[in-house]
């Protein structure tokens, strides 16, 4: 027997860049690892039976549609109501599945589970909770890109809802949340910044102040709240420059003969670090403030960034993410 | 004689985390390299009146007033009518000098500079434009933290003008022009960059549409555009991830004596590509849109990116940069 309780994923086969194939490749691999885990693979009817009846513990949900990346996500949503995100946000919804993981379009899996699943009550906007590497523990970013305007009552929440998410699925017990600015003091930044500043200042356990954009690879908190739009350019900034300054490495690396004789020593040490900074070791980020656990990965998602989002969403579920933001919500919001 | 023209540049001796010494010694440097630059050296009678007896070129200003960095910008320059900063401008709205240069408060420059130098006719808001180091050719971002909150016209203004430092000062001859957005669409994005992307599609030259987060260390443009206080989290971000990972590396690089031999081969390649990282390499970020030029530097500058900052002050003085961004501004802008 299992000694951790069952977790029911589902999947959504047809999702990102790289689908069916690396979904599939990484079902395999997390059911592989986890013996608790059980997986409703999503998508059309020749590709999800064939690995359904190959795999233990893995369901076929065959359905006729798909919602393509350049789609309108509200309309797609709509009017695709057999397509593989639909049905795996009801999969959800009817209590079949724990929770639901697409690497297909986020605009789409986010607007169908916000339809779908539905917001906990109180919660005026999900936001997308992404795990960011940094040189200390890792830093859960709300919103990372669910909602470019934000009011500051919407920031407050995201810091609510973000330190529920570090506490109960990264286990830091009392999370440091940091708002992001462009200074330390209160008085400093946008509007939006200030007037939230002071929301959080009044009633969010663990608020530490402002952070600036160079504390966040340091890993001076926790977590980082700001608005999606800022959120979404820093996400994308830092897997850029882990990009670029990787390749400036290798570049450096293999400029002489000798250098290469001195790179090859170095190789398993600079995997080691790629590996580390690597945003797929992490592989999806749930959308928080929802009656339902949904996870989104990236639209790039390779086998091993799959198999690490069902890791993830296994990781969620059995620790009761959905129930402990509901929880922590004050009464207010309610 | 020196075959390029004379460039007179007022230096703030009082400002930065290691004035005066940094200042004294990267002047220094700067005078060394350029035979046609001339620095009035704005500080501390004892500070300044004994460098410029020993150094050809330089000229002392003597002061009374130091504004620290953490007092109220406005109410500092208002106060303090002889202190390095209001005077360094006072010097440049004289005639006097052609540029002035601090490593002091970002926000009493500003202040200083917009109240006492003022603003080109028909500029609504002066921006900071921050050279980024790229995969490719540098990156000018507009605005990099001088406005927190913005309007879509103000960013309109701040592509003309970043496009007109990117042709002046760094040779660009057609820059391309990007919106810092959270998607290529021009629907995608805050209410902000969507109606920024509408002004700019009209009426910007270079303009190349929406930019994300990853494509500015990949250099797929030469100005990016956004508001103060995404840019100024984007450059601080950048700061950090860049001293993060090259710290990373060196751990890794140091983690047995194997590797230690190996990085011990490697070191002049990789100090090359630090050098190439480092912020200091560019130096100081000039107010667009005065009618003058004002430099702002990092406030940890060291001697090299005190030298480096008056070698670009001196390149824009040349370039004449004040008038070609005036020049560039169209009608009914002025």
Same mark, same amino acid.
């Given at each position: 027997m299992a000694s951790v309780p069952l977790a029911t994923i589902a999947v959504d086969a047809m999702g990102g860049d790289f689908a069916p194939g690396a979904v599939l490749e990484g079902v395999a691999s997390a059911l592989a690892a986890d013996p608790s885990l059980r997986v409703l693979l999503v998508g059309g009817l020749e590709i999800v039976e064939a690995f359904a009846t190959a795999h233990e513990r893995c369901e076929a949900v065959a359905t006729t549609q798909v919602i393509g990346m350049g789609e309108h996500s509200a309309a797609a949503v709509r009017g695709k109501p057999d397509s593989s995100i639909v049905v795996g946000c009801r999969l959800v919804k009817e209590g079949r599945a724990d929770g639901f993981f697409s690497a297909g379009s986020t605009g789409a899996a986010m607007a169908a589970a916000t339809l779908i699943i539905g917001r906990i009550k109180g919660v005026q906007r999900p936001a997308i909770a992404t795990v960011l590497p940094t040189a200390g523990s890792p830093c859960v970013l709300v919103d990372s890109g669910a909602n470019a305007d934000c009011k500051p009552e919407h920031l407050a929440q995201f810091a609510t809802m973000g330190a529920a998410y570090a506490r109960t699925a990264l286990g830091i017990l009392e999370p440091r949340v940091g708002l992001l600015n462009i &200074? %330390? %003091?209160?008085?400093? &930044?946008s509007q939006l910044a200030q007037e939230a500043y002071l929301l959080l200042k009044a009633g969010s356990p663990g608020f530490v102040g402002n952070v600036e954009g160079r504390d966040i690879p340091a890993g001076t908190v926790d977590v980082v709240v700001t608005d999606g739009f800022t959120g979404n350019v820093m996400l994308k900034l830092m897997e850029g420059m882990s990009k670029h300054l990787l390749a400036e490495f290798k570049t450096a690396l293999m400029s002489s003969p000798v250098n290469k004789v001195a790179a090859a020593i170095l190789k398993p040490s600079l995997d080691a670090l790629r590996d580390r900074l690597d945003p797929d070791s992490h592989g999806a980020a749930p959308l928080l403030g929802l009656n339902g656990l949904a996870l989104i990965g990236h639209g790039s998602s390779g086998p091993r960034a799959i198999a690490s989002a069902l890791r993830v969403g296994a990781v969620a579920v059995r620790a009761g993410l959905v129930g402990s933001i509901a929880a922590s919500l004050t009464p207010e919001d309610a």
């Open positions: &200074g %330390e %003091e209160p008085t400093k &930044g």
